[in-house]
């Protein structure tokens, strides 16, 4: 069983790999990963076929849940922030042989512009919400393309908002919907944000139907700004 706490410095095939046997560090020296919870698979999972989707799905709902708690910040504000996840499972031949067990780790940043993370990363958002370099901002005079980065550097957009495009028993409707959704609710949101000005641009950042299925419900809206 992985061991929560443990930090280690990954690259970018590594945190999309399956299963991770990267060498820990020291919390105390450079790292951009630190598993943050680790257990057993529930039992209606011993049969499971390595890739099944159900497990990814349960997975989902632990590995955002326990971040969430560990940093201190809601759904909104962890989307919101520099602040990635990845998890792994056990090798083929250890599944295959019966062992259960997931590991979720925090990582900085998102691929491939990882940053180092503290020695720890317990109630990283809660204690610092307002602190520019965990919450995400972009650089770019078009929102297209541009360059996700920490909102303590130069940047042109920042992720302000997050709402609701649909229920958790909702089915996926779609992404011309959800698109649509999106762009009418994030125009709202925006403007509010802002203080309702004239004339103002804003963005948004959907998800599909693979997000969908693994639980997530929310869009990202972006304003133009430079604060």
């Not at 998890?87 to 780790?105: K, L």
């Amino acid at each position: 069983m992985p061991k929560d706490g443990v930090c280690r410095d990954l690259s970018a095939d590594a945190v999309n790999a399956l299963t991770n046997d990267s060498p820990a560090v020291d919390c105390a020296e450079p790292h951009n990963a630190q598993t943050y919870a680790t257990g057993s698979l529930p039992s209606r999972f011993a049969t499971a076929s390595y890739d099944d989707v159900a497990v990814a799905d349960w997975t989902y709902d632990a590995c955002t849940s326990s971040l969430e708690r560990v940093v201190g910040a809601d759904e909104s504000l962890l989307m919101r922030s520099i602040l990635t996840w990845a998890w792994f499972r056990p090798s083929t031949a250890a599944w295959n042989s019966g062992v259960r067990w997931y590991r979720c780790d925090v990582v900085g940043g998102q691929s491939p512009s990882f940053v180092d993370l503290p020695k720890t990363v317990r109630h990283l958002l809660g204690a610092r919400a307002s602190d520019d370099q965990w919450l995400v901002c972009a650089k770019g005079a078009s929102f297209d393309g541009a360059q996700r980065v920490p909102c303590a550097q130069p940047h042109d957009w920042r992720a302000v908002t997050t709402i609701k495009v649909g229920e958790p028993a909702d089915s996926y409707p779609g992404d011309d919907a959800v698109k649509a959704k999106s762009d009418e609710y994030c125009q709202g949101s925006v403007s509010a944000y802002l203080g309702y000005p004239t004339n103002y641009d804003y963005a948004y950042t959907w998800f599909g139907a693979e997000e969908w299925q693994a639980g997530n419900r929310r869009s990202v809206c972006w304003a133009k700004t430079s604060d």
